[in-house]
Each structure stands twice: as structure tokens, then as C-alpha cells.
């Protein structure tokens, strides 16, 4: 006879905060975000640390290697997503890592026999004024000279002119060597009235175009997640299959923290790889799940999973429960998975931190799973980040507004028949589905108003620090009847109502 669960199933609309005494200490701008993404001693801080706990999802429609940077430059971090080639995914990794703040890769460039008229099209294109003038017109030719707006006018030069004519020449011109900081360069600006500065490597290529205008660039950005040479982190999916070969390149590309991505993270498969990653790359942290109960979560803990992600079904773009009949309610699983967590702590001595995967709807649900009270330690999110334009979707119009392509792993569309393990060389169902999400513009403007709703409901619980999140929340179940009363219910106005 089956095992019969007799606790009800349930998601994080089936919950609300209750709120705590709110000390005098405890504001908006006192909260503190840092959370610990990997395996520590308890008493000790973590290998690696977020200053946001946001992570998003190891998918094709999300993590792309600009998200990554977006999401590192406001604290979080990204898993780049291992359906593609393992050059692709070495290639993406390095592209974050060799990401620099302030430092930009020009993407307005000529070559030197290039006529005015090309350069104007260029220029149009782009949006930017400053072109670098290289031997093959690459971004990483030898560079040859700067031409900007003001070094010609369309309605006064001839535009079958060469670029060459207009140019400042690169002996004219002052530049860097690849060992430039971000402080020399910005110096030098300032001192030398300069409005641009090339940074080129040994052979006189070009690396980097350092901009007066970005001067402010790392003071917007001061919870900025970062190595020892203060690279961007980057995290990398991987999976169970080719994790051999993957995981070495990746390694060696500089990924930070890797981590096995399954619909089904309780099998001998996860463990024995998590067992090989452990004896042959002991440096680097990986996770392992998905899972949604504390026995799952203590078989993958002991496996080696330095965190263990927590969720089945509970996706917006997930259809595993309706194909399979297998999963189990978010708050449900995060709640079994916290307390096989502190369980394992208590036994060991060793914190295990665990990510909740999925089944957040609303920005409130990311303060429930992390107070997370019921036990998080950090969410992953792929709707969330899909809206973005640091996103892998493209953005399309609609009669209601614009739109941006979402699809899941499970979906035909992103041909991830290994992550499903249905037998074959393909998908014989889908367990995911292709379609739109509302699209929502910048990810920094974004992430910085979930960040502001997190921090002002972690003060009205009276919490200063996550883990105090934790320990103190209350949660209250909730009815039909108190769920409808907590949303509006007049008849909202459709134009801004004017103040006399």
C-alpha cells in the first residue's frame, strides 16, 4: 500500500506574514540581504556569499550571459544554462568573467578606408558618437585611431571621405595598457581632459573603451557579487550525462559555483556524479536537485550538494505535475526541505543552504519562501528574470503592450530531452510550455523594486538580516474569503487623478 502524506499540499498564496514588532534600529536601508550560497561550517561564512538572495533559473530563456552581469552587478548570481555545446557555455562564462565595470567592449567600429557615410550608418545604428577605428573593423583589431561626432558634420563634409581623414590618429591618441584599473583609468580622464580612454593589450589591440560618462558606473552598483580579483561571479547548470567533460571546461573558464540541473534530483545518478565532482575538483561548490522533501534533501546533502535547490512542478512554465502527477506544493516542500536542513546542522556542524525553485508568483512570495520563514536561503526565478531585456527572449509587440518569448525546458522547443529522463534520444512528452510573459523593461530597475518590497516587509516583521527573517517570522494560513479581501476591490481609474 502506497505512503500516504497526510499533510495538505500547499503554496505560498496559501500564506501571509504576520507582522512583528518593529525596533527603532530597523529600517529600509539598515536590512541586510547577504545570505550564504554554499556548504559552511556553522559559525563560520560561507566560500561564497550573496548580497541579494536572488538566482536565476538554469534555462535557455533566462540566463544569458548579460543577465548574469546585470544580476552580479545588483548581488545576485546566474546559473548560464548547459543546453548548448560545452565550447557555448565556456564561451558565455568567460564573457562574464571578463566582463569589467566601466570598461566597455566598443560595438561602433570602422576600419580605416571606411567612408564618413558608412561611419554615419554605423553611428545611427548603435546610438554612440565614438567609434574606434581598427585595422579590420573588429572590436579587438589594432587600433588605429578614435573618430567621434564632433571630429566631422554630414552636411559639411563629404561623405565618400575615408574615416582616415577625420580620425585622431593612435600616436595622437592617449591610451592604456591591459593592466589598467578602473581607478588609473578614471584618473587619467579627469587629469588629461579626456572624454574616452582606449585600453590596449601588449600588441596594440584593442580591449576596452573607458568613458568619462561612466565615471559613476561602479557607485551605482555597490552590492556588486565578486571574486578575489574582483571578477563578476557566474555560476554554470550542468547535467548528469556529459558532466565529464563539461565540468573541467567550465572549471577552467572561471565558473564559480556549478550546479546539476534535474526535474528529478533524488537518483543514484545526481549522487554519483555529485560524488565524482567532489573527488576530482574538490574547489569548486556544486548543487544538486530539484527535490521536495527532507529525505531527498538529506541523500544529496551527504552526496556532497553544497546547497540543494527545492521545487517539482511548482513553475509557471512547468506541466510536470499535470503530465506525471508528481511534484508537491512549494511552501509544502521548502518547509519539509528547512527542517531536514537544521536537522542535518545539528548532526554535522555543516549549513547546507537551500534554494527555492519555482512557485513564486508575486514579489511577495520571494519574503515568504525566504523568511523565508519557511526556510530558504535564496529563490531561483525564471518568469521573473524572462521579462527582462538582459533576457534570451525576443521582445514583441501586442495590442496590450509588448511581450517577451518564454519557454520551458521541458517544452519542444528547447529540445532538453536529457534533464527529463523519459528513455530515448527526444522528448515523448512535454513537461514544459512555450509562451509570453508580460515584458518589464531594465532588469536593475526591475530587481531594485522587489529588492525595496523585501526589505520594507522584512522591517514590518521587525528583521534586520535574513537569518533573523527566519527565525522570528510568523505565518498565518489563509482562507478563500481573507485571500480575495487582500486585494483591491474598487473600480481602479484608468487616468492619473489630478491633485488641486
Not at 501571509?16 to 525596533?23: A, D, F, G, H, I
Not at 577605428?133 to 567621434?148: E, F, I, P, S, W
Not at 565529464?244 to 528529478?264: H, T
Not at 520571494?366 to 521582445?395: E, N, P, S
Amino acid at each position: 500500500m502506497a505512503q500516504i502524506i497526510a499533510e495538505v499540499s500547499r503554496t505560498f498564496n496559501e500564506f501571509l506574514l504576520l507582522p512583528n514588532r518593529t525596533r527603532t534600529d530597523c529600517s529600509p536601508a539598515t536590512v541586510e540581504l547577504r545570505t550564504a550560497l554554499v556548504r559552511h561550517i556553522v559559525g563560520e561564512r560561507s566560500a561564497i556569499e550573496l548580497h541579494a538572495p536572488f538566482t536565476s533559473a538554469i534555462m535557455q530563456a533566462v540566463s544569458t550571459p548579460e543577465l548574469a552581469i546585470a544580476l552580479a552587478r545588483n548581488g545576485g548570481l546566474s546559473f548560464l544554462h548547459h543546453n548548448q555545446s560545452i565550447q557555448d557555455q565556456v564561451a558565455a562564462v568567460r564573457q562574464v568573467k571578463n566582463f569589467k565595470a566601466g570598461f566597455v567592449t566598443s560595438d561602433t567600429n570602422v576600419r580605416p578606408d571606411d567612408s564618413l557615410g558608412l561611419l554615419v550608418d554605423v553611428m545611427r545604428r548603435t546610438g554612440h558618437s565614438t567609434a574606434a577605428v581598427t585595422h579590420d573593423g573588429t572590436a579587438t583589431g589594432r587600433l588605429l585611431g578614435l573618430v567621434t561626432s564632433r571630429d566631422f558634420h554630414p552636411q559639411r563634409h563629404d561623405l565618400a571621405e575615408p574615416v582616415s581623414e577625420r580620425m585622431t590618429a593612435i600616436g595622437d591618441l592617449p591610451h592604456a595598457g591591459p593592466d589598467a584599473t578602473l581607478s588609473e583609468a578614471n584618473a587619467r580622464l579627469w587629469d588629461e581632459r579626456l572624454d574616452c580612454l582606449p585600453v590596449l593589450d601588449g600588441e596594440g589591440n584593442l580591449q576596452y573603451l573607458v568613458f568619462r560618462s561612466d565615471y559613476t558606473d561602479n557607485k551605482r552598483f555597490p552590492n556588486q557579487v565578486v571574486d578575489a580579483a574582483k571578477r563578476l561571479r557566474v555560476g554554470a547548470g550542468v547535467n548528469t550525462h556529459d558532466y565529464q567533460e563539461r565540468i573541467p571546461a567550465l572549471v577552467e573558464a572561471g565558473a564559480d559555483a556549478l550546479c546539476f540541473d534535474s526535474s528529478d534530483g533524488y537518483s543514484d545518478w545526481q549522487a554519483q556524479a555529485l560524488t565524482w565532482v567532489k573527488k576530482h575538483y574538490p574547489e569548486i561548490p556544486v548543487g544538486g536537485g530539484n527535490v521536495v522533501d527532507g529525505e531527498a534533501f538529506t541523500f544529496l546533502a551527504e552526496a556532497g550538494a553544497d546547497f540543494v535547490k527545492v521545487g517539482v512542478g511548482g513553475g509557471s512554465i512547468c506541466i510536470t505535475r499535470d503530465q506525471k502527477g508528481i511534484g508537491r506544493g512549494q511552501a509544502s516542500a521548502v518547509l519539509d526541505v528547512a527542517r531536514a536542513r537544521d536537522a542535518f546542522r545539528e548532526r554535522t556542524g555543516e549549513y547546507v543552504p537551500i534554494c527555492s525553485d519555482g512557485g513564486l508568483v508575486h514579489d511577495y512570495h520571494v519574503a515568504l519562501a525566504l523568511a523565508l520563514a519557511m526556510g530558504a536561503d535564496f529563490v531561483m526565478m525564471g518568469r521573473y528574470f524572462a521579462r527582462f531585456d538582459q533576457a534570451a527572449g525576443a521582445k514583441l509587440p501586442t495590442r496590450d503592450g509588448f511581450v517577451k518569448e518564454y519557454w520551458g525546458e521541458g517544452s519542444n522547443r528547447a529540445r532538453n530531452w536529457q534533464r527529463y529522463g523519459q528513455g530515448g534520444q527526444g522528448l515523448v512528452f512535454e513537461e514544459g510550455v512555450d509562451g509570453y510573459v508580460p515584458y518589464a523593461g531594465d532588469l536593475d530597475e526591475g530587481l531594485a523594486l522587489t529588492v525595496a518590497k523585501l526589505r520594507t516587509t522584512m522591517v514590518s516583521c521587525g528583521s534586520a538580516t535574513l537569518p533573523e527573517f527566519r527565525s522570528t517570522a510568523r505565518l498565518t494560513l489563509v482562507s478563500d474569503q481573507s485571500f480575495q479581501e487582500s486585494h483591491a476591490s474598487v473600480t481602479l481609474r484608468d487616468t492619473p487623478s489630478t491633485v488641486a
